[in-house]
């Protein structure tokens, strides 16, 4: 019987099969060091600046308060088993560990799905942080650290105030879905529009094409559009491709382009750089739009 399934798990095209091999091969493979390192306390609060964290990670200044979106830091995501998580390995490390990061005044959590609801991560974040999340998805925060928790639905809006101002922040349609396995309770699945200092900014979440971002113009003009480009091989109904990410930032007239969800972890059949290399490609003629290549990278919007 062993061997039986041995012999499967090796030969199996099935996805089940080919998903085993690929935690086996996970097991043996060394997470490799981030291409560059953000140094937050050097950043402006008179500005907006960012650093991608990797998966859907952003480090975010906005004019002084930091916003975090979908944490997920730890080596692994997945299945939380106390003394591990089950689940895919990193390729690359994230650009800064919990330990690095600097305070967090809003955690922003776009949906559900263990790869940007990380529990390892969010029960290190600090209980003094406001959090953003998804209608009917704060039960699975339960656990955490994390206690002032609002959830939002589709053109909702809350507000966050500290020393600094205020920060709008807004739910917005995306095309998505939002069960968290092993249940099968219908849950949220949010983009946020971000307001503070006249300036608007973009969070996509993870989203397959849809005619909502582009709906969204008369709300801008956006300084930029953080959006997925990964995992779009089989999964096109959830998740869009670089060229349908660039298609939809430029109907929500977005100035620049954070690409996120590539490069980080295996969840799709598409090759690892593909992603990038596709976006860029795509933005062949306006290359300066494209804010950021490679995790650990640092961007701050250019003063207008």
């Given at each position: ?37 953000p ?13 991608w ?7 975010l ?15 692994r995501?997945?299945?939380?088993l ?16 919990v ?20 529990l ?7 209980k ?23 959830e ?18 807004e ?28 300036k ?6 993870d989203?397959?094409?849809t ?27 959830n ?43 795509a ?22």
């Amino acid at each position: 019987m062993v061997g039986g399934a041995a012999w499967w798990v090796s030969t199996s095209k099935q996805r089940a099969a080919r998903w085993a091999r690929r935690l086996t091969e996970d097991a043996r493979r060394q997470i490799e060091p981030a291409p560059a390192k953000p140094r937050p306390a050097d950043w402006s609060d008179n500005g907006i600046t960012l650093a991608w964290l990797g998966h859907s990670t952003v480090l975010l200044s906005f004019f002084g308060i930091r916003i975090l979106t979908d944490p997920a830091l730890g080596n692994r995501i997945g299945i939380s088993l106390g003394l591990g998580t089950l689940g895919p390995k990193r390729f690359v490390a994230p650009a800064l560990t919990v330990q690095e990061l600097p305070p967090i005044d809003v955690l922003l959590l776009s949906h559900a799905h263990m790869d940007h609801m990380d529990l390892p991560t969010l029960g290190k974040v600090g209980k003094t942080t406001f959090t953003v999340t998804a209608k009917a998805t704060g039960d699975i925060l339960a656990g955490t650290r994390v206690k002032e928790l609002k959830e939002l639905a589709w053109n909702e809006h809350t507000v966050y105030r500290n020393r600094l101002g205020e920060l709008r922040i807004e739910a917005i349609e995306v095309k998505h879905w939002g069960q968290r396995w092993p249940s099968d309770l219908p849950r949220g699945y949010n983009g946020y529009i971000l307001r503070r200092e006249g300036k608007t900014l973009l969070f996509g979440g993870d989203t397959a094409l849809t005619p909502a971002i582009g709906q969204l113009k008369s709300r801008g003009p956006f300084e930029l559009a953080i959006m997925p480009i990964g995992a779009y091989r089989p999964w096109i109904w959830n998740h869009c491709t670089p060229e349908q990410a660039v298609q939809m930032a430029n109907a929500a007239g977005a100035n620049y382009i954070v690409p996120v969800h590539h490069q980080t972890f295996r969840l799709s059949d598409e090759p690892r750089n593909e992603p990038i290399e596709r976006l860029e490609a795509a933005l062949t003629r306006e290359p300066q739009r494209l804010a950021l290549r490679r995790i650990g990278e640092t961007f701050a919007c250019p003063p207008v």
